[in-house]
């Protein structure tokens, strides 16, 4: 393909995953959105969160991380540029209930760089949801995770970590609001993946958009983009009648698990301002269990 693996076209590489969960993440529809990437030069992901897509895909010749949440992206600048300093941080720190309190009580802004990525982990990976704006401590007996997800992410942390900090070593990270960050990056050579939050969610975003006013100015200023653009959200009719000038294909993908022990779909919409081709249908294999169809259709 030329020019999205014109990328560091050809150097080696192999996807990575996210060392985070954060709420609304795609680590579940990451192969789709993949799969419809077309060509590019520069490749910007706006509301970035964990980046499931961004660490799936093959890098591009210019990438581009942004959120606007100071606490992911400090996270990220951290494993990037002092992945050292952030796994030592974790020598022989416990897992426990009062350390997460102490924790969450600690006014992020106050600590150094390492000290807030360390806090975001600890409170991210021990905490229910990947939800950071309301922390509660997590625990199970049914998991693999020790009583807790965070009892397993350090005991294999470095190996998470050293692969994100090679990943990020040619990504630019930005702090920006989507506003400022769109007007710096759209040209006709760049694809931009926008994964905002999406109208009445329930989830606790420390910057949110619930309001579908928001959406309908995003939608208002993807009209004009000189940029090639791939947005995910809900399928609901009043994000079609939003988007019902653009190219839509719905995706379904596991969710999890409900308690009669079946698989929860998510059925949600990727929408672009360019054509998506034929139809796709992926198999995605959910880690130790059997194989669960993914996939995706256009309209």
Request: with cysteine.
């Amino acid at each position: 393909m030329d020019d999205i693996m014109d990328s560091a076209a050809t150097k080696p590489w192999k996807p990575v995953n996210s060392p985070i969960k954060w709420v609304g993440g795609k680590y579940k529809a990451r192969d789709l959105i993949v799969n419809v990437i077309p060509p590019h030069h520069c490749y910007v992901e706006v509301f970035a969160g964990a980046a499931w897509v961004l660490f799936r895909k093959p890098p591009s010749r210019v990438e581009v991380y942004n959120d606007i949440d100071q606490d992911v992206v400090n996270f990220f600048r951290i494993v990037k540029e002092q992945p050292e300093e952030f796994v030592k941080s974790f020598d022989l720190e416990l897992v426990s209930r009062a350390e997460f309190d102490r924790l969450k009580n600690i006014a992020p802004e106050t600590l150094d760089p390492v000290a807030r990525a360390h806090r975001f982990y600890y409170l991210i990976m021990a905490g229910w949801g990947g939800e950071l704006d309301y922390p509660r401590f997590q625990t199970s007996i049914s998991d693999g995770g020790g009583g807790n997800r965070l009892v397993g992410a350090l005991k294999t942390l470095r190996s998470r970590i050293e692969p994100i900090h090679d990943r990020l070593k040619t990504v630019l990270i930005e702090n920006l609001d989507w506003r400022q960050l769109v007007d710096r990056y759209d040209d006709s050579r760049t694809v931009m993946y926008l994964d905002p939050p999406y109208p009445d969610n329930n989830c606790n975003y420390q910057h949110n958009m619930r309001r579908i006013e928001e959406h309908k100015e995003l939608a208002d200023w993807m009209r004009t983009a000189k940029s090639k653009l791939i947005l995910t959200c809900y399928n609901k009719p009043e994000i079609r009648a939003l988007y019902s000038d653009f190219h839509i294909m719905e995706i379904n993908f596991a969710a999890g698990m409900i308690s009669k022990g079946g698989e929860r779909l998510n059925k949600e919409l990727i929408v672009a301002n360019f054509k998506l081709g034929k139809e796709l249908e992926l198999k995605c294999t959910r880690q130790g269990k059997k194989k669960l169809d993914t996939s995706a259709s256009f309209f």
